[in-house]
């Protein structure tokens, strides 16, 4: 064999680290040291810690090829990494390395840190939860493969003007992006459109056959992920759109040269932009299309990698694939296995069915029911005309066996198990598909799963009781407390060593500590220069100034009705009034930070944002207020802004309606970096709170069985408004012209709490948050009580690592045992 050289030193020395940077700065990027700009020194760091963390993702994917382990593919349409170069850097253990050899070269890392853009592929909690899962799987050992969608815009940069949500394009690699890596030799080509018809195999059997299609080419990018402290290092692969050229070879000849380009353009539309809903199905073609564009290309690279791989038949497939679908949004994979197995590979219906059960499990996000997935029958047939062939015909088998069986001849349960919804017009139920075509769907909290098997899938759960599973959501302790609070994550590796990075149920170490008043100390001391980190930034980008003494009340998550932002709202209004009303009261100054996101299209959440906008333009500037109450808006809510708000955060709301947050993770992340929560007894919530104690939370209002009863009852919001002085004349006021001079400005909002029956029940929990408010003031004046409290969180919240959901996970539903790379 030819002699390979020795590669260049990628060693973890300062030197062979140094090394590496310039190189890439002269050779990859073609600069002069001396000038290179900051963005060069940021793209030849990233590229040294890539060209070390390369090694170990080959090293990984040829051990996991040749050892034969079942695989787990993560499919989600969403991934909300966040940066990358710090995760990557902790991780790996590089950072200090990496710091000094930047150092030495007058180069400051903090600086580069801070100029990564974000890799915002995702709307909220699912996307995120996947990045976190990455993150875990390698942590884990797990042998693991990431699929998704290459977007080229991720979830729109917002600001505001005059108070208003404005959307701008992400164009997060408008320069490229270190980080990933195209891999042309495994591109794929997808069909979609055309017809059905039949062939004949060499046996002289039917099979169907899809025609006269259109084709779409996928190219994958591969971003390694790194875990902490382990070898193994997986791949998320992102699909990008491109034409399929040589299916436009006639339309170049013709000499319709611009015609051909023109479809060229079209075929790249497909993975242009994430769709910026969150909990509102849209029901857009192109949004199909996406499913299926990057559904059949990480299909078609599994069965690939199955083919090549191994020479074993297709009943051990499901011994080497696991698949994940995150939600229903990759649903059509069902379909899609099903067709490769019968169309492309000619195997029977039930061995293909099969085959499609071990494979497939399925998790699902939500119980809003506006945000089930259900696609026109017409438009399916139109985009997936032989999946949707295959869809009848697994419903064809479903209702005339399992449910004919369980109830003989009764239509009405046939009506609601079936996978066509037939209410109105024709629509195909992704969520029905999913829980049938996989052996396991899982809800994301005790809750959550208890009210999935009750009330969203309740005969499914007769029919299958052992395949719905709880597996309660978690969060990277690396990313939400190693990399965004370095000086609490050193504190508590001082006092309880370093274990719990690895198994956060260590955590519970510091229990002791929260009576420990030197410990409190410490611990308040960071809290506070977070505080004042915090406190610039919101100088910087809202223009207030706000005390670091202040309490600081945070809600940081998607604007939505059923989070509640406008209960917080008709809370500060309450406040503000209060303050009026007895300047003298005894009130701990306060600021109320928000972070949040509003669907472009979702009009009562604009709403919202220029309400809460337009109190903080009058009670920042109101004289009579001073500092008591601040509120502030920071615009462009995302991962890297979550990173300095949590730590720096006293108290996280979570308020939304019981029985409509599946789980939360932002709560999980408050509560692990010191912040008491108020909540409802709602999602995680109520695991939090069985973990850190009673003691240690505020909890206030009704509970998932109250407010059923009190919908069954007839919910009227006037009543409440009739009762109670302080929230009549709190939303008088909204709905008065004090805020912006225009009476009508809020008139939606006033009119959703009053007119439109309020559907999630702000005014029915009104007077209980209050109180429970007036606790957290209370509260808060006793620091030594405060801190204590805060310490017990820390230590009590190890169970929402997602390493351990991840573990669950690997036990529970893709028995995958951790294969560990040397
Ligand atoms: C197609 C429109 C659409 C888009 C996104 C419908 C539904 C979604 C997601 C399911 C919304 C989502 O992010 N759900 C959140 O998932 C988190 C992770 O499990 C949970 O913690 C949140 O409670 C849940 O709202």
Redesign the pocket.
């Known amino acids: 064999t030819p002699m390979t050289p020795a590669p260049c030193d990628l060693g973890n020395s300062t030197e062979a680290i140094k090394s590496s940077i310039v190189n890439h700065v002269r050779f990859t990027l073609g600069a002069y040291v001396d000038s290179a700009s900051p963005n060069d020194w940021w793209v030849a760091t990233c590229l040294a810690v890539r060209d070390r963390v390369m090694d170990s993702a080959t090293k990984s994917r040829t051990l996991h090829r040749k050892s034969g382990v079942r695989r787990i593919h993560y499919l989600s349409?969403?991934y909300l990494m966040g940066r990358l170069l710090e995760n990557n850097l902790r991780n790996s253990g590089l950072y200090d390395s990496v710091k000094q050899a930047l150092s030495e070269m007058g180069k400051d890392l903090d600086a580069l840190l801070q100029s990564e853009p974000d890799m915002g592929l995702?709307?909220?909690?699912?996307?995120?939860?996947a990045a976190c899962f990455m993150d875990s799987l390698s942590t884990m050992n797990l042998p693991a493969i990431g699929y998704g969608i290459h977007y080229e815009f991720g979830l729109f940069r917002q600001e505001f003007v005059n108070g208003r949500q404005v959307e701008h394009p992400d164009a997060w690699m408008r320069d490229g992006s270190p980080w990933k890596i195209a891999r042309p030799s495994y591109r794929q080509r997808v069909q979609l459109y055309g017809r059905v018809t039949q062939r004949f195999d060499e046996n002289g059997n039917p099979h169907a056959q899809w025609v006269d299609t259109k084709c779409l080419l996928g190219l994958p990018w591969d971003i390694p992920i790194v875990g902490y402290d382990s070898h193994t290092v997986n791949v998320l692969r992102l699909w990008q759109a491109q034409a399929d050229e040589d299916f436009n070879f006639k339309i170049f000849n013709e000499g319709s040269y611009i015609e051909a380009l023109r479809e060229k353009a079209i075929a790249e539309t497909v993975s242009k932009v994430l769709?910026p809903?969150?909990?509102?199905?849209?029901g857009k073609e192109l949004?199909l299309v996406q499913q299926y564009f990057f559904v059949a290309c990480s299909l078609a690279d599994i069965v690939r990698r199955f083919k090549n791989g191994y020479s074993l038949p297709w009943s051990e497939f499901p011994s080497k694939a696991a698949i994940q679908l995150n939600?229903t949004?990759p649903a059509v994979a069902i379909p899609e296995l099903m067709r490769i197995l019968l169309d492309e590979e000619n195997l029977d219906w039930g061995s293909a069915w099969k085959i499609c059960q071990e494979t497939f499990s399925y998790?699902?996000?939500?119980l809003?029911p506006e945000?089930?997935?259900m696609w026109s029958v017409g438009l399916f047939e139109r985009v997936l005309p032989r999946h949707l062939q295959i869809i009848y015909r697994i419903n064809a088998q479903f209702l005339d066996g399992p449910v004919e069986a369980r109830w003989p001849g009764d239509a009405a349960k046939k009506r609601v198990l079936s996978l066509i919804d037939e209410r109105g017009g024709k629509y195909v139920r992704m969520a029905h598909m999913s829980v049938l075509g996989g052996h396991a769907t899982n809800g994301?909290?005790a809750l959550?799963t208890r009210l999935l098997c009750e009330r969203l899938f309740p005969e499914f759960h007769e029919l299958f009781p052992e395949r719905f599973v709880n597996i309660t959501?978690g969060v990277t302790f690396r990313r939400w407390l190693d990399v965004c609070n370095p000086q609490l994550s050193s504190l508590i590796t001082e006092t309880i060593g370093e274990g719990w990075k690895k198994d956060a149920s260590k955590l519970r170490g510091l229990d002791a500590s929260a009576d420990d008043a030197g410990f409190r100390d410490r611990y308040r001391a960071i809290k506070r220069h977070h505080k004042v980190v915090l406190a610039k930034i919101i100088q910087d980008s809202c223009g207030v100034c706000v005390s670091p003494d202040a309490l600081f009340d945070v809600q940081i998550k998607?604007l939505h009705e059923y989070k509640r932002q406008h209960l917080n709202l008709l809370n500060i209004v309450t406040l503000y009034r209060q303050i009026l009303n007895n300047p003298k009261a005894d009130f701990h100054p306060r600021v109320f930070i928000f972070g949040a996101k509003a669907a472009p299209g979702y009009f009562l959440a604009k709403n919202i944002i220029h309400a809460i906008n337009s109190l903080a333009n009058k009670v920042n500037n109101d004289p009579r207020v001073g500092d008591k109450l601040k509120v502030v808006f920071l615009p462009n809510y995302g991962v890297s802004l979550a990173e300095k708000i949590i730590p720096a955060a006293d108290l996280s709301e979570q308020i939304?309606t019981a029985g409509k947050?599946?789980?939360?993770?932002g709560n999980m992340k408050l509560a692990l970096n010191g912040a008491l929560t108020i909540g409802t007894l709602d999602?995680?919530n109520v695991e939090i709170a069985e973990e850190v104690g009673d003691d240690n939370i505020f909890i206030f209002g009704l509970t998932v069985e109250q407010v059923t009863d009190l919908k069954a009852r007839g919910y009227n919001p006037w009543e409440y408004y009739w009762n109670n002085e302080a929230l009549r004349d709190t939303i008088d006021w909204i709905g008065s012209d004090y805020f912006t001079g225009h009476a009508h400005d809020f008139k939606p909002l006033r009119d959703s709490f009053l007119e439109h029956g309020d559907p999630y029940l702000c005014l029915a929990d009104y007077q209980m948050y209050v109180d429970a408010q007036a606790k957290v003031d209370a509260a808060y004046k006793q620091p030594e009580l405060w801190t204590k409290m805060a310490v017990l969180n820390t230590a009590r919240v190890g169970f929402f690592s997602s390493d351990r959901t991840i573990q669950d996970y690997a036990d529970k539903v893709w028995k995958l045992p951790q294969v560990a790379v040397p």
Do not use: C, F, K, Q
């Open positions: 349409l969403e995702g709307n909220g909690g699912l996307g995120r939860l769709y809903n969150d909990a509102t199905e849209s949004r939600d949004h998790t699902n996000h939500t809003l945000a089930l997935e994301v909290a959550h959501n998607r939304s947050e599946a789980s939360g993770t999602g995680a």
